[in-house]
T-cell receptor, first 116, second 112 residues
């Protein structure tokens, strides 16, 4: 069974440019998470989806970040415009989302973003 | 709010020896789960072990075991017979109501 797939794996952009990340969760997983991981830190939640609904986006900087999960499957995270401080690894994860125990999340390999 | 604290930024162990990574947490929820994830240089977070808070028995997975002290809100990971492939960042995680919160991680080095 395929795991969580993210693309691209690496992205280098100039500040003020837009960038987008794509995530394909494990088939059948209702819950999808986007995390940001700064260097030397643990992942921090940006947004969580239950199917196509964003149920927790309290940590998403909405002035420049946006996300969507059309049809409750794939998801895209966008930054526009990017700032130097956005340099980080962006991780996507998914879980079954059926019971409370399904906070057990399966992660993709992440996208390393460098803003120059 | 829930928090996870890992007080050891770095640890090292000799191959075949045992090492324990520390983690404390805080939550107001009565139902929650605790996890240890491993993150090698490939960046992919891999689940090592999980513990249901309502279970008193400590979870074990082969060479990995936890010491779960619910009253003290402590959740340490013991790695026995350490192998070179165990070298990675280890993150302690707390999950409740679909919210998964991580600590800052412990970098484990395994010396041959």
């Amino acid at each position: 069974e395929a795991g969580v797939v993210q693309s691209p794996r690496y992205k280098i952009i100039e500040k003020k440019q837009p960038v987008a990340f794509w995530c394909n969760p494990i088939s059948g997983h209702n819950t999808l998470y986007w995390y940001r991981q700064n260097l030397g830190q643990g992942p921090e939640l940006l947004i969580r989806y239950e199917n196509e609904e964003a149920v927790d986006d309290s940590q998403l900087p909405k002035d420049r970040f946006s996300a969507e999960r059309l049809k409750g499957v794939d998801s895209t995270l966008k930054i526009q415009p990017a700032e130097l401080g956005d340099s980080a690894v962006y991780l996507c994860a998914s879980s079954l989302g059926i019971g409370m125990g399904d906070t057990e999340a399966f992660f993709g390999q992440g996208t390393r973003l460098t803003v120059v | 709010a829930q928090t996870v604290t890992q007080s050891q930024p770095e640890m090292s162990v000799q191959e075949a020896e045992t090492v324990t990574l520390s983690c404390t947490y805080d939550t107001s929820e009565s139902d929650y789960y605790l996890f240890w994830y491993k993150q090698p240089p490939s960046r992919q977070m891999i689940l090592v072990i999980r513990q249901e808070a309502y279970k008193q028995q400590n979870a074990t997975e082969n060479r990995f075991s936890v010491n779960f002290q619910k009253a003290a809100k402590s959740f340490s990971l013991k790695i026995s017979d350490s192998q070179l492939g165990d070298a990675a960042m280890y993150f302690c995680g707390l999950g409740s109501n679909y919210k998964l919160t991580f600590g800052k991680g412990t970098l484990l080095t395994v010396n041959p």
